[in-house]
């Protein structure tokens, strides 16, 4: 077997995520045939390499490396919390999969529950202004404890539930902040507060990634204590690791930001032009 | 399903915290005992072969510099403060260089720290499934002029209950007295 194949396989696999993936991949190409989801190719571009990001995060050799290398476990998170979940909702996908999925699916089980006042609620508290932002960069901080981490890294079971966080905490921020809708039209923050947050939400995120990378100590010793993926010095893994945290992370805070300033430019046009 | 899961993971774990001992507790956290394995003597060692044994698992091989022999030293030291209750312990140490550790080999090296070291040995893909298991790692390095080469792998030490459960971590850092004083609390237990 073609060591590019070996490497795509999974490594631990995951019924759960491939039924996600390939239904959400599914009904988003049905959705698109039906007419929803826009013209042009840039929209399901961006959805489909977040999917396949998510699954290259998760799914293959990718993620042996993370459990046993402190910085491509750094560059495990950046992709499943930054770069999938923002590709994902810059594709704006919710219109397409919703008319994609089963009739019935949709209109017996998933629209109650959408509409149920437990699930309204709940979805309101977590994009909450204050709430989103703090669970947002207060994940990365909890995984990033060094106890709270070694066992994470010991524990298979809570593996998997550190990235899952990761990756429906980034999916609900991004929905969030990149929803191209102002305050009136319907959105849960105004477009001009979500740049404020975004750029708020990257100095946590800086001081972090500038303590992991310049402590002179081994603050992560599960990787050394169960074994390094390659012999590389523990310092200069959590090093690179803290750069991860600090540099990528912020900058797609900013192109984040610079996303929300076009909606913004948009809503305004869209405002003037119904005036 | 995997919400009641992590919740009951993250009470374990708050209670993992204490719990009065020296070593990292890993109780419900890792897997139990599961070897599958060849030793000198036969050539398919089982988990249930060492029920009613404190165990410890450890990776590592015979051309190793520095870890394995400063670690085997210090669980021999361990063994031998706890008398007698030391001597109803297995310590497994697992070749993670199959290619150069046969298991004569290993057992010679193992025996050298006490009669209850025991060598095990697998093939590769054995190997590999087994440190998944217990989420441990190893790679070699490139060989020199004289095919000489190092192997990176972990260095804990898993401690198993009589009943196959894992239980304790040791770490690099931990004393020989303070593994003597946890193994004899967990050989009291059964």
Redesign the interface.
Known sequence: MASWIAFLLPWEFSPLLWALLAGAGFAYARGRRAGAGGAGRARPTAFYAGLALVYFAMQTRFDYLSQHMFYIHRLQHLLLHHAAPFLIALSRPQEAIARGLPQRLRERYLAPAWRSPAVRCAYRLLQNWLVAPVLFVGLIALWLDPQIHFYAMLSAPLYLVMNWSMLLDGLLFWVLMLDPRSRREGALIGLGPRIGLLLVATLPQIAIGAHIALSPSDLFNVYGICGRAWDIPPLEDQQLGGLITWIPAAMMHVVGALVVIGNWMRADARAARAA | M?LR??LV?LAL?AA??GGGWHA?N?RG???SLELGLASVQRPEVHAADFRGHVVLLF?GYTHCPDVCPTTLAKLQQALGDMGEAGRGVRVLFVTVDPARDSVELLQRYASAFGPQFIGLRADDARLQELC?RY?????R?KPDAHGDY?V?????VFAFDGEGRARL?F??SSTAGDIAADLRRLAGES
Request: some cysteine.
């Open positions: 995997r899961r992590a993971l774990l993992s915290c990292k890993i956290l890792v897997p990776f998944k989420r441990v790692t190893y790679s390095d190092a990176t792998h972990s260095s804990a971590l770490l690099p």
